[in-house]
Structures are given as structure tokens and as C-alpha cells.
């Protein structure tokens, strides 16, 4: 099992930049890949980047904005959002996958990914 904190959620303005990061402890090698999802209120949880250990995936909504990376040497993934709009807030969430899995519609789905974090709150104030 994977652990996963995430931190760097506040409250910004619209265009504002933001960097989420995610720490994973535990069982960490077997990690294939570390997403990123939110979830606004009343609505469902979405996926909105993914990270796997020979490319990165985003959704259309965040493409061109968000970036995600990754430090193994700080078993840490990052979510660096810019131009950030009242359509992105949100509690976003981290996850870990180990099941292997090819393709364009890997990595992309919740049930894909076996650990979560707690989340971490990005308001945006228009």
C-alpha cells in the first residue's frame, strides 16, 4: 500500500498559479502511475492529470494550463496549475495505480487507482 498527502491547496484569484504537491510513502516502487483528480461540489470526481514513468496525460479541460512532474528522489509528484479559473476549484485529490495498464484510456479513470490522499482544497475567486 501507498500513502499519499497532499498540500498546497488555498484560495487564489482568477489567473493566479498555483502548485499542488503530493508525498508518497510506503510502498512506493510499485507504484505505476500518480494521477491527479478533483472533485467540486455536487459533482463527480474527474480526472485531470496522470503521470507514468514514460509519459504524462492530461484532460482536455486542464491541457495547455496544468503540468505535472515528478522528483523520485523526494517520492513527490507536483500539479503546477496556471491561468487558473472559478471552473477549477475544486478538492483535488492524489492517487497511486499498480496495475499495469497500456493505452490511451489508461490512467484516466478513479477505479485505475488503488491509493488515495486525503485532498487539498484550490478555491478561485472570480
Known amino acids: 500500500q501507498v500513502q499519499l498527502v497532499e498540500s498546497g491547496g488555498a484560495l487564489v484569484q482568477a489567473g493566479d498559479s498555483l502548485r499542488l504537491s503530493c508525498v508518497a510513502s510506503?510502498?512506493?516502487?510499485?507504484?505505476?502511475?500518480t494521477g491527479w483528480f478533483r472533485q467540486a461540489p455536487g459533482k463527480e470526481r474527474e480526472f485531470v492529470a496522470t503521470?507514468?514513468?514514460?509519459?504524462?496525460r492530461y484532460s482536455d479541460a486542464v491541457k495547455g494550463r496544468f503540468t505535472i512532474s515528478k522528483d523520485n528522489t523526494k517520492n513527490t509528484v507536483y500539479l503546477q496549475m496556471n491561468s487558473l479559473q472559478a471552473e477549477d476549484t475544486a478538492v483535488y485529490y492524489c492517487?497511486?495505480?499498480?496495475?499495469?495498464?497500456?493505452?490511451?484510456?489508461?490512467?484516466?479513470?478513479?477505479?485505475?487507482?488503488?491509493?488515495w490522499g486525503q485532498g487539498t482544497q484550490v478555491t478561485v475567486s472570480s
Open positions: 503521470i507514468t514513468r514514460s509519459d504524462s
Open positions: 510506503g510502498r512506493t516502487k510499485s507504484t505505476l502511475a
Open positions: 492517487a497511486a495505480a499498480r496495475g499495469y495498464c497500456s493505452g490511451y484510456g489508461c490512467y484516466r479513470t478513479s477505479n485505475q487507482f488503488d491509493d
